[in-house]
């Protein structure tokens, strides 16, 4: 099993600052990491697809990048409805698993 | 617009079985595969099991192999999970997601049911 580790797990922000969250593979999955944003009692939406690849909808202060095992999650210019849970999820092999979550917080 | 409805949640003492359903609509069913992911209370997100658009292939995280079912019936545009042998440890809220096409991840995801495993 792939097992995906996100740092940070908590980070407090303000609006406007720009920040970056990390996920590491135990194993290498090429490109086939995916982002996810879970605000509070919602359902996960997702963000970025296949490492960089911005998803319908999503606005363009999210970004992503990396291969391999060393992924990112960049976003800019932070705004107060960005406060949520961020996930990292391969889907590279069977079983697929998500990174543990970095929850984030805006002050 | 993709929507996805899970339904067939509640209390269920341990051992027992739960169906849940996933009514899908704004989209040709048929054509995408399926997963099911779960959460538990203040827990991350664990993908439990997958099928493909016409049901040829399922896959299931050991965690619920040999208990759990997915299955679909594209007639009726519905997935399902048959949760056999329930645990403490099957709390939780259980989303179905729509699997891209190509691709094996999960792009729109249901509002989730709540299954609680409790006697």
């Known amino acids: 099993e792939i097992v995906l580790t996100q740092s940070p797990d908590f980070q407090s922000v303000t609006p406007k600052e720009k920040i970056t969250i990390t996920c590491r593979a135990s194993?290498?999955?090429?490109?086939?990491l995916h982002w996810y944003q879970q605000k509070p009692d919602q359902s996960p939406k997702l963000l970025i697809k296949?490492?960089?690849q911005s998803f319908s909808g999503v606005p363009s202060r999210f970004s992503g990048s990396g291969s391999g095992t060393d992924f990112t999650l960049t976003i800019n210019s932070l705004e107060a409805e960005d406060a949520a849970t961020y996930y990292c999820?391969?889907?590279?092999?069977?079983?697929?698993?998500f990174g543990q979550g970095t929850k984030l917080e805006i002050k | 617009q993709v929507q996805l409805v899970e339904s067939g949640g509640g209390v269920v003492q341990p051992g027992r079985s739960l169906r849940l359903s996933c009514a899908a609509s704004?989209?040709?069913?048929?054509?995408?595969?399926m997963h099911w992911v779960r959460q538990a209370p203040g827990k991350g997100l664990e993908w439990v099991a997958v099928?493909?658009?016409?049901?040829?292939?399922?896959y299931y995280a050991d965690s619920v192999k040999g208990r759990f079912i997915i299955s679909r019936d594209n007639s009726k545009n519905t997935l399902y999970l048959q949760m056999n042998s329930l645990r403490a440890e099957d709390t939780a809220v259980y989303y179905c997601?729509?699997?891209?096409?190509?691709?094996?991840?999960?792009?729109?995801w249901g509002q989730g049911t709540r299954v609680t495993v409790s006697s």
């Open positions: 997601a729509r699997k891209t096409s190509p691709g094996t991840f999960c792009d729109y």
């Open positions: 704004g989209f040709t069913f048929s054509s995408y595969g």
């Open positions: 099928t493909w658009f016409d049901g040829s292939n399922k």
């Open positions: 194993q290498s999955i090429g490109s086939s």
């Open positions: 296949y490492t960089s």
């Open positions: 999820h391969q889907s590279s092999s069977l079983p697929y698993t």
